[in-house]
Every structure is written in structure tokens, then in C-alpha cells.
């Protein structure tokens, strides 16, 4: 009797004994060893080298961040093609050898990644080098056993760790294994934990405040590869201190410039030089504020936000706790709400060129992409020192007909009804209304309108020179009447230059907000 030959045995169909939630857990666990293994490989090599090539050529922050996005994405697709195979071929055969040397594979790949994590020595050609800063701090990647002793000697107080115990799976051993190691050296470890999204480092920020303005001791900073919370910390030790030169370095850590960043922008609009050290800018990402306002390039910002807006209240408290945290000097000037208000954006603008530089101006989104009226307003504050009426916010008909902003603070248009002085004109920040015509003309109504809604109501005479001299200051205004054609010329002609150098073509972003 001939036996059974087991290696002869045909394949089951495919998930004829598994049922799909054991085929997901399976595909869950292939995924979770594959794409940590993967995505080391792909963090150390391919995002290296793009960012060394980024950075090497002078590229913007946008296009750096462009290419980590593709090799994230890169690394999504792949780990998991490569975890349904596995998973593919695990459910579909009942050979014992073969099921164990996928799961042997993933897990060797998933733990060799590990390994190389915990033993910070395998990531040399990834860290960032160490860089003296001045007497009191010096600033690089993780220490081993033999640099701990070596600082020891060298004649360093202590040790400043910015690891965190929730960058999981590796930060934790690591954290426990330098207490253990700064022991046996003998120097001082000084645990400050830090993450690159900067919610909970308030504690450990004021502590590291503290170290600096004491003036007292050496120590060595020091996060994983020395290469990115390092530059959290150096802006607070340059504060502290009230020496700039005190952190010069930090290996590869290199402060974003705006001015590099204005070729393609930030998520939400635009970037704009005012003038040099004078920017704006839409509302920045977590990542933004990290690169370009946390890192010690900005010196004060100055929001353009409605509080009275539930979701705009949230970013100003998480704004204000942020750069509280950090010593960076943060205005915010209440605009939007019922009123669109010109003279407190003017205002702003004003306060704002008098603060040490640089200085940042944003308000949610900046001029040129979206209906951004606010941004619009600063850049036409600005070039012109007038109160600004946005364009955009003009572009709705009143009852009677279009009207239309002819100069950087004058609108003109047909005659409003009694209700569009409060509901049109006032909230798109007019204060003054002119009645361009003949006085005797009964506009007891009008007057009234107007009065009623803020709005101051005049008379002028169809009279260029006198109207001119009327729009020298005050404002925003609004002008109508049987006279304004014979005005408007002089006004066009006056105020055409500022309109066009208040709003030149804005820079064209490379991608688009959601």
C-alpha cells in the first residue's frame, strides 16, 4: 500500500481555512515588522540623501518636504504589497517550514531594524556631527559609554538629554541605558525631554532656561542623531544667555529661511517680504512653526485673528502657549467679526515695523490664493500707510449697482439703500460716506442711515481739489452722487501708483492647502 506523499499534498484554495479576521491579523503582524523594517532603511538612506541634497542645492522647505512625503508615501504602498504577499502565502499553505520562514523574515527584518535603533554607535553616518558652543554648551547626537567617559574627563558638569519616552520602542531603553552609563562615568545626566511637536516641552524648556542663564558649568546637548530637537533647545539657550553666538551649530540643524521659503510658500498661501526682516504669512503648520518660527529666526510675530471665532480662539491659545514657551514675543490684533476693521490693520502694520527683526505678520490664509481680506489689507497698509479696503471684498453688487475700490482707502459706487450703510458699507469697513453733489439735495434719510450704522455721513462738492484734500487722512470712504464722475479722474490718477504697487502678482505656491 503506497502511502500519501505529504509534500505532494495540493494547495488549499486560497483562505479556505482562514476566515478574514484572521487573515487581517496576520496581514496586520507582516505589516507592522516589514514596514518598521523598511522604513528604517528608507529613513536612513533615501530621506538622507534627499534632504542632504535639499539642503546642498538650496532648495525651499516645501520641496524637501515634498520628496519626505513621496518616500512616505513610497514606503506605505511597498510595506504593504510586500506584507499581503506574506500574508498571501501564509494562509495558503499548510507546509509548517514555509510558514515559519515568512515569519522568521519579518520578524529578523523588524528586529535587526530594532537592534540598529537601540545601538546608536550602527547610526554614525547618519548623526550629525558635535559642535563646541562657546564656554558653557555643546551640542550633537546620543553619547556612548566611552564619549560619556570622555566628557567626564574633558571637564563637562553634566549631560543634557532630550530623548523621549514616547518615541517608542527604542527611546525608553536608550534613556535607561544612559542613566546607567552617566553613572558609571560619573558625570551629571540632566533628563529634559523634548518631542519635535512642541505641546508638553514648556517644563523642560524653562529648566534649560534656567541652565542657561546661570552662566554656570559645560554641558552636552544632546537628542538622537543631534540633528533635530537640538534646535528647540538653541533658542532658548541664545535668550537665556543673552549671547546669539552661544549655539553656533548643532551638526545639520540649520535654521529655514523665509526668504528661501518664499518660492513656494506655506501650506495655506503665500509668503510675502514686506520689507527686509518684515514677512507675511497664512497661519503655519505645526511643521512650519517648527521650522521657520521655533528654530531662533523670528523674533516677534504678530496674529491678525477674530478670538470671537471658536475655532480661530483654539489657534490663538495654542499660538500664544506655544511661543510663550519658547520666549518668542506674540501680539495679537483682534480683527474680523462683524466689521471689517482698516484702521486696526494699519495699526497693526505700524507696531509691527517697529519690532526688533525678523518679525511676521500672519493672519489664517495670506493674500493671493484664496479670499484672504485681511492679508490683503496689510499689504495695501503697508505700501500706502492709508486704511486699506481689500478689492476682494468688493466684488458683490449693492442694489442700485457695482461698486468698485479706486483707491487704496476710497470705494465709490451708486447710491446705498438705508439698509446697505449697515449691512454692506459698515461691515466692509467704511467710516465715512460722501454724498458727492449739490447740498441742498434732501439726504435727511440717508444721514440718518448712516449716522445709525457708525458711519460718518458728509457732503463734498464736485470739486477734485477739494475732495483730494478731503482723503488725505481718515477713512475708509465711500463716495456716491450726481458728482462723482467729475472727481473720480483725479482720484484714479492720484491714487493708481499705490494700487499697483500695494498689490503686485503674488508668488505662485507649489501645492495647495486641503
Known sequence: MLRENPLMRPEPKPGKQWPIFGRLVVLAGFWLFIGFALGTVLLLYPVRWWATLSRAKGWAHGIESAGVVAIILLLVVLSFALAYWAMKWFVRTDRALVRALLVLTALGAGGAAYWKWVNPATMKANMGTEQAAGAHFTVGPYPDAVRLAELRQQGYTGVISLLHPAVVPFEPQLIAREKREAAAAGIKLIHLPMLPWVSDNTDSLERLRALAASKQGRYYIHCYLGVDRVNLARRTIEQASG?????????EVTRRSLDVQMKVGFERGPIFRLEPGLYLTPYPTDEEFLAFFLGGGVKNVVALLNPD??????????????????????????????????RRILEAVVMARKLPR?????????????????????????????????????????????????APHVAIGPSPTESEFPGFLRTRGIWSAIFIGEAGRDASAESAAATEAGIEWRVGAPDPTQILEMLKSGGPYYLYGPGLEKVKPAIVERYAGMMREAMPTPPAPAAVAP
Open 309 to 342: 471665532d471658536v475655532e480661530k480662539e483654539k489657534r490663538i491659545d495654542y499660538e500664544r502657549k506655544l511661543f510663550a514657551s519658547h520666549s518668542v514675543p506674540f501680539h495679537l490684533v483682534e480683527v474680523g467679526g462683524i466689521r471689517y476693521d482698516a
Open 243 to 251: 549671547d546669539t553666538a552661544s549655539i553656533e551649530g548643532g551638526g
Open 358 to 406: 525678523p518679525t511676521v505678520l500672519h493672519s489664517f490664509f495670506s493674500a493671493g490664493r484664496y479670499r484672504a481680506s485681511i492679508a490683503e489689507g496689510v499689504r495695501i497698509a503697508h505700501r500706502t500707510g492709508l486704511p486699506p479696503l481689500p478689492p476682494s471684498m468688493w466684488d458683490s453688487a449693492m442694489a442700485n449697482g457695482q461698486p468698485e475700490v479706486i
